[in-house]
């Protein structure tokens, strides 16, 4: 919801950065406010998952320019750990399968190390089994997934479930969802998306990362953005969705082009 | 009844003598039994009079060099220092110390076992077991390899394990060999006999840890183990063995089983310690419907060398065989592991398999994996795999980004990958020291 002077969480200026030596992103500019919905959408190859992953502190992609400002802290300065306990969250978009983890486990270090940077006390396995219990819900996710390894062998669309699940934990203050709605099947995604929706609230921000209009039909965004060649080109409405989806995303490249 | 698969004796005329070895072998016999014991140690010490230490050139040595063994003269200690080891808390009352290869009766603790268990040391072993004894000790199959007829030849004592027909034994029984002092050989042995229907747990331990914290870390010696387990007709034998010696030690140790009818076996076999060290695990099958469960875990660092070569000899049809071995692999350390298994034309049914994972921490890391299935029967079903990877920086980054930090996510994956095996081991206080250890490295 778009919420009249409320506080910026994200602002990023000029955001240029390399993959391997070449260069992906080249001069993103976006702000993010308290409360709102953002949907990145763009073509393959045009720098939306790189975006995600370097706001999230991937050491593999290299920043060369520009600034990443949260909550009035600078972002880039900071270790993706240090990112996370201060409230970054990026769901992935191929969740990794880490076997001999217990998902359990995971969760709870991961959620103590988040309190631990608040200042509040690390809570122990039992208060931690009563909290996840009620969590669970937001996604509908089967307790049994809990005492198995940390993905593995987990569905396409139960993987992304236990995203969401983690963010229901974490309750980041900017949620970054990456291609979150690839690959699931209409009940997978309204069942995540769902998820999503009750935990947008007035105090945090979302940014949706898609290739896809689907997922804007039950993730309704406050603004699109259109990316392509490793910038924003064109920001607007949620109808904006609509009309990439009837006139593709040529469309936008040529207007560029011209200097529209 | 036994299975031979150590080479042929050679003539003595044919084969150029190895000084280093003559020696070793003359401190070790120095020292001489009573009876039949000193008869199986001098047929051993023949053996080794016409044997050589093996060089790389040996296939089965081809990566464990030791040629820095032949650098170090070691002598046999006799005298018992003061020490005290750490003990299982399970099996503070059924446990057997050995310093140096030598009983330490005021460090171990035998009680309230059933009736038709022993757990005692050979110089010490209740009437009438001492006939039965030598129908076992020194006869499982493989006897004549160099090594272990080293330490059949220097035999002097050993601990002794037996459990009688049907009793099961629940509590765990504990050997523990502590080695102190520099520059030493000792010559750990162990004989188990778990009879029909027995159903036992044995830990094993080589360590240099006392209580005292000496700062004896970076000695020098060489444990030279033999350690033969008989499982009879449907007993059941769940083995822990933890090599754990100090940072300069040598270790070559011999695990020999002999697998009768219907009978199981499990072995968790953990290696840590030594700058060489080197595991023959050997299981012969001497009936049909056996089952075998090995589980390895290797972790080295430094210029650690860990080898593990292992043996399935199976014989006869219906038998399963399950092998996980892991390795994690640090700095420029070295791991080694070879597995066989054996399935000639009488084993019919069998269903092996066999897998070695293997996990590089470093760049200068080396790991040597060759399993290796030699099946001639034609209606089995055997597996067997190896893969080699190191800590991704994916799922670092994933765990980071879920606010763990980079070196906490590091340790919570080399956990995972040394869990599937440590959670095995039936013995909660061994389980956590190792998950401890594993958390230091």
């Not at chain 2, 000084?19 to 039994?33: H, N, P, R």
């Not at chain 2, 299935?373 to 980054?397: M, P, Y």
Request: aromatic fraction near 6%.
């Amino acid at each position: 919801m778009i919420i009249e002077n409320s506080e910026v969480v994200l602002s990023v200026r000029d955001l240029t950065a390399n993959v391997n030596g070449t260069p992906i992103l080249k001069g993103v500019n976006i702000e993010v406010k308290s409360g709102e919905v953002h949907a990145i959408m763009g073509p393959n190859g045009s720098g939306k998952s790189t975006f995600s992953k370097v706001l999230a502190g991937h050491p593999a992609y290299e920043v060369t320019g520009g600034e990443v400002i949260f909550q009035g802290q600078n972002l880039l300065e900071m270790e993706p750990e240090e990112r996370a306990r201060s409230g970054v969250f990026l769901a992935f978009q191929y969740p990794l399968e880490i076997p001999g983890v217990s998902n359990l486990d995971f969760l709870r270090v991961a959620y103590n190390s988040r309190r631990k940077a608040q200042g509040l006390e690390e809570i122990d396995a039992f208060d931690f089994d009563d909290l996840i219990e009620e969590k669970l819900d937001v996604v509908k996710m089967n307790p049994a997934f809990l005492n198995r390894s940390l993905n593995e062998g987990f569905s396409g669309g139960e993987k992304k479930r236990n995203e969401i699940l983690q963010m229901a934990l974490l309750e980041p203050k900017l949620a970054i969802l990456d291609e979150t709605d690839s690959g699931l099947d209409i009940d997978a995604l309204k069942i995540v998306a769902n998820g999503v929706n009750q935990l947008a609230n007035p105090e945090n921000a979302t940014i949706m990362i898609t290739h896809y209009q689907r997922l804007l039909n039950y993730i309704v965004p406050d603004y699109v953005h259109v990316m392509a060649q490793g910038q924003i080109l064109m920001c607007g409405g949620k109808d904006l969705a609509l009309e990439l989806e009837a006139r593709g995303y040529d469309w936008v490249l040529e207007g560029t082009e011209v200097g529209v | 009844m036994s299975i031979e698969v150590s080479p042929s004796p050679i003539s003595n005329t044919l084969v150029d003598k190895d000084a280093y070895l003559s020696g070793l072998l003359d401190k070790v016999v120095a020292s001489k039994s009573e009876g039949w014991l000193q008869d199986v140690r001098e047929s051993a010490a023949d053996w080794v009079r016409q044997l050589k230490l093996p060089t790389t050139r040996d296939e089965e040595w081809r990566f464990a060099d030791l040629s820095s063994l032949r650098e170090v003269q070691f002598n046999v200690e006799t005298f018992l220092p003061n020490i005290t080891p750490f003990v299982l808390p399970e099996a503070n009352n059924n446990c057997l110390v050995f310093v140096n290869g030598v009983y330490a009766p005021e460090l171990s603790a035998v009680s309230g076992l059933p009736d038709g268990v022993v757990v005692s040391n050979l110089a010490n072993l209740p009437g009438g077991y001492d006939e039965r004894v030598r129908q076992y000790l020194a006869q499982a199959s493989g006897n004549s390899e160099v090594f272990t007829a080293l330490n059949t030849a220097g035999m002097t004592d050993a601990a002794v394990v037996w459990v009688g027909k049907n009793v099961v034994v629940e509590t765990p029984i504990s050997l523990v060999f502590v080695a102190v002092g520099e520059g030493r050989i000792a010559l750990p042995r162990c004989l188990m006999v778990a009879e029909s229907g027995s159903q036992v747990t044995l830990v094993e331990e080589y360590t240099n840890r006392t209580d005292a914290k000496n700062s004896e870390e970076e000695r020098v010696y060489f444990n030279n183990a033999v350690t033969e387990v008989w499982v009879e007709e449907n007993a059941q034998v769940s083995h822990t063995r933890i090599e754990c010696d100090g940072a300069e030690a040598f270790h070559v140790g011999k695990t020999a089983v002999m697998q009768a009818r219907c009978s199981r076996y499990s072995c968790n076999a953990v290696s840590l310690g030594a700058r060489f060290s080197r595991h023959n695990l050997e299981i012969f099958q001497t009936g049909e419907q056996t089952e075998t469960t090995l589980n390895g875990l290797t972790m080295i660092k430094g210029k650690q060398l860990g080898d593990t070569h292992s043996a399935i000899a199976l014989n006869h049809p219906h038998s399963v065989s399950r092998q996980l071995h892991k390795c994690i692999v640090g700095d420029r350390a070295h791991g080694v592991f070879n597995g066989k298994v054996f399935v000639p034309k009488p084993a019919q049914l069998t269903d092996a398999r066999q897998l070695n994972r293997n996990l590089l921490l470093s760049s200068k890391a080396r790991v040597d994996t060759k399993p290796q299935l030699e099946i001639t029967a034609d209606n089995v079903k055997c597996a067997h795999g190896a893969t080699v990877s190191q800590l991704e920086d994916d799922e670092i980054f994933y765990l980071q980004s879920r606010g763990i930090d980079a070196n906490d996510a590091r340790n919570l994956l080399i956990n995972a990958f040394a869990a599937e095996i440590i959670n095995q081991i039936p013995i909660s206080s061994l389980r956590e020291t190792l998950t401890q250890t594993v958390s230091r490295f």
